[in-house]
């Protein structure tokens, strides 16, 4: 398996512009997680999904960003209007529920916003 | 509110010598912990684990010790190599839904 997929790898965008950031979980796994590094915050955690379900999105900082799973094979993190503050590493992870314990991460996402 | 929380944002270490790299938490329905290790444009990696039933496991060089009285977990790096040098994380498993709760990470130097 080649792992987490996560694309693109770097973007560029005006404020105000929709950012959509993808994400194609290791095949077989149940659960994906999007999360965000920052200096000031270290990883956190946005949303999660279990089985396509989102469980728990407390960690959305604002109805500005969304997400999706609409199957097993593919996640997106939409940010529509995107503000320079979302400026940061977004990675997607995955994991077998009903395997092992540890989530595997994608490379990540890195936003810029100008 | 952070639930866990790695107070040290980096450390630096002689290479040879121990790398003790600490983690606390807040919350009790913790049940599982683990360590990842993050190179610069790279994502997470997986290092090593911990149960909340176990005080100690051990894997080649890294060895996590849990006390669960203190909410408190460390991870030993000995010998510590330049190759190490990373930014570590610890994360927290909630026993209800599998979610992952991570540290804010601490940045390793191992010098040569």
């Known amino acids: 398996d080649a792992g987490v997929i996560q694309s693109p790898r770097h973007e560029v965008t005006e404020m105000g512009q929709e950012v959509t950031l993808r994400c194609k979980p290791i095949s077989g796994h149940n659960s994906l997680f999007w999360y965000r590094q920052t200096m000031m915050r270290g990883l956190e955690l946005l949303i999660y999904?279990?089985?396509?379900?989102?469980?728990?999105d407390s960690g959305m900082p604002e109805d500005r960003f969304s997400a999706k799973m609409p199957n097993a094979s593919f996640s997106t993190l939409k940010i529509q209007p995107s503000e320079p503050r979302d400026s940061a590493v977004y990675f997607c992870?995955?994991?077998?529920?009903?395997?092992?314990?540890?989530?595997?991460f994608g490379q990540g996402t890195r936003l810029t916003v100008v | 509110d952070q639930q866990v929380k790695q107070n040290s944002p980096s450390l630096s270490v002689q290479e040879g010598r121990i790398s003790i790299l600490n983690c606390d938490y807040t919350?009790?329905?913790?049940?599982?912990f683990l360590w990842y290790k993050k190179y610069p444009a790279e994502g997470p990696t997986f290092l090593i684990s911990?149960?909340?039933?176990?005080d100690k496991n051990e894997d080649g060089r890294f060895t996590v010790f849990l006390n669960k009285s203190a909410k408190h977990l460390s991870l030993h790096i000995v010998p510590s190599q330049p190759g190490d040098s990373a930014v570590y994380f610890c994360a927290a498993r909630d026993n209800a839904g599998n979610m992952l709760t991570f540290g804010g990470g601490t940045r390793l130097m191992v010098k040569p």
């Open positions: 992870a995955t994991l077998d529920r009903g395997g092992t314990t540890e989530a595997f």
């Open positions: 919350n009790s329905m913790f049940d599982y």
């Open positions: 911990i149960s909340s039933i176990k």
């Open positions: 999904f279990n089985n396509n379900v989102p469980i728990d």
